[in-house]
């Protein structure tokens, strides 16, 4: 209770300062739809030269597309630290946060959060919705708690990703490239993993899980029996990850430093 209550206070605030600058933020809000767009497009702009990928039709594309976006703004908002090593460990701000009496890694995704991003969720479900009314998808009563599942089950991976490499900081203090190059590679879970060669499908399975983040739970939905397997492990390959990101986080905290010379 007392870690909901000061997350309720963190986002209280959060919003305060968000309305404070409202075109700011719409116009953030505007460019992340545009960027989703962008990816929609290009979605389009293939399969105006083909009308399967792989066994994938368009509407199925589009339907993981727009699954993947519902994970990944949850990502998004609450787990934003691409920038960690440099503004905690080189700027020297982790000094400030282990000072107080509350869990270093949950003040720091407090502090960085951006709630703005939860309109990629509202997107994700509008283009799941449009492709599936075009598939003739129909669901069943209980597979909203199987979504609930998934969708937590793929924000956790990619959680559970980021976090792993934030916690590298806690050794190496200097600047590091990871990240962006991360976040390209995340790209690649947007699609279906049978597009791409063995040693690709394999690293996105199995190594970095980002194909649990769109396709595989993806498919459940698309009703491809062949993927079912793959798509139920999608919780649980979110709970590993996540698990051992934390637990490189705590030992790492063990290591920090410090800011000074």
Known sequence: MFYISI?????????????????????????????????LVFILVVFGHTTLLSGWNREEIIFIYGFFLVPYAIFSSFFNIWDFNERYIVKGEMDRVLTRPIHSLFQIIMERMELESLFGVVTGLAIMYYAGLNLGLTFAWYDI??????????????AGIFISL???????????????????????GRYPVDIYHNVIRFVLTWILPFAFVGVYPAAYFLQREEWYVYAFLTPVMGIVFLSIAVILWNAGVKKYRGAGN
């Open 7 to 39: 997350f309720f206070q963190y986002a209280s605030q959060y919003l305060k300062t968000r309305l404070t600058y409202r075109v700011d933020t719409v116009v953030e809000i505007m460019s992340d739809l545009l960027f989703q767009a962008v990816n």
């Open 145 to 158: 708690f199987i979504f609930i599942a998934m969708v937590l089950g793929g924000a956790f991976i990619y």
């Open 166 to 188: 934030a916690s590298i900081g806690f050794w190496s203090d200097s600047r590091t490239d990871i990240m962006p190059m991360m976040y390209n590679i995340g790209n690649y």
